[in-house]
């Protein structure tokens, strides 16, 4: 039987979390709490929780997991990450995380992998903490948000982190962060409904036209949320590439042609017409399970929305349960 991996879960360190209230002061920042007694970091113009028991607590997580049937979680962070920190503070506060990360994953063998946290408002120290934590701390892959302070994945300054993630055989899992559109999305959550998935999907546009794929096709990245809006407009901007001069962006082919690279996907689509359509989209290879834990945006139960899709064989339910991350993050299933 294939190991169940959930590879979109959120953790907060506590010497983490410590570390973001004590630096929040000098950053302008404050800290409060919710109705129902859980942190909320206000940091930058954005907010870091609520944080509960459950974003930190290991033997409470490990509950969980298991009455959701996940074997193993691979760690993240949430945003805004430590882009907001000046990079000295970003480096601490990065070492910090991985090495908690790592720690877990020692404490708890096969229950906790982890992708790392990167300083990358400074390219040179983001690489430098890539190389530690894959190639000193053992961790699976890295954690980047859908642009860095603003800058999008084409900017030349990302390119040689790209190029070193490549040399190392890094995956990146990408989440949104700093999404765009904020001064239109007003009240209901917009920014997190709407601004999430719009993000990922300039995320993925970005790396494609701007031709990062096209130089790096080795380049594995996974994006949350079901790859956001991208993978139901991509028909779209293949008819945008086709049709006018200016969509052709620094790319030889279709902007689809690079989705059969090495893109992947997680499974939080809260739809299952619409992660049947993903699958069948981009094929059952593509796809890991995710969850968002422990977040309210998430899917804290993903198991059965792969098990209810009749469209799949065992054999593909299986790949998506954890198979496709054991093979990606080079994991014993």
């Not at 430590?82 to 970003?90: G, M, R």
């Not at 983001?126 to 890295?142: C, F, P």
Request: proline content about 6%.
């Amino acid at each position: 039987m294939t190991k169940v991996i959930d590879i979109h879960a959120h953790y907060l360190p506590q010497p983490f979390i410590e570390a973001v209230k004590e630096a929040s002061a000098h950053y302008g920042g404050n800290v409060t709490s919710d109705s129902e007694g859980r942190v909320v970091i206000h940091i930058q113009g954005m907010d870091m929780g609520p944080i509960g028991k459950e974003n930190f607590d290991l033997r409470r997580r490990l509950t969980d997991m298991d009455r959701a049937g996940i074997d193993m979680q691979i760690l993240s962070l949430t945003v805004p990450m430590v882009y907001w920190a000046k990079p000295e503070l970003a480096v601490t506060l990065a070492r910090l995380v991985n090495d908690e990360y790592a720690r877990a994953a020692k404490d708890y063998p096969g229950r906790f992998g982890g992708f790392a946290t990167l300083p990358l408002q400074d390219i040179d120290k983001g690489i430098e903490e890539m190389e530690r934590a894959i190639l000193d701390l053992g961790l699976q892959g890295v954690y980047i948000g859908s642009n860095i302070n603003g800058k999008d994945f084409d900017h030349p300054e990302l390119r040689p982190f790209f190029r070193r993630a490549v040399a190392l055989n890094v995956p990146i899992f990408v989440h949104p962060a700093g999404v765009v559109g904020a001064e239109r999305w007003g009240k209901h959550r917009l920014w997190n409904l709407l601004g999430n998935p719009f993000d990922t999907a300039i995320a993925m546009a970005k790396l494609i036209l701007g031709g990062v794929l096209e130089e790096l096709p080795d380049l594995t990245v996974c994006f949350a949320h079901g790859g956001g809006a991208f993978p139901y407009l991509k028909g779209r901007i293949d008819h945008g590439y086709k049709a006018r001069r200016e969509s052709t962006g620094e790319i030889p082919k279709l902007p689809s042609a690079y989705l059969e690279g090495n893109i992947y996907y997680d499974t939080i689509l809260h739809d299952d017409a619409a992660l049947a359509f993903l699958i069948a989209s981009v094929g059952s290879d593509k796809v890991l399970l995710g969850s968002d834990y422990p977040y309210a945006m998430g899917d804290l139960d993903p198991v059965p929305a792969i098990k209810r899709l009749s469209s799949l064989s065992p054999s593909e339910s299986e790949k998506i349960l954890g198979g496709n991350a054991a093979r990606l993050l080079n994991l014993d299933s």
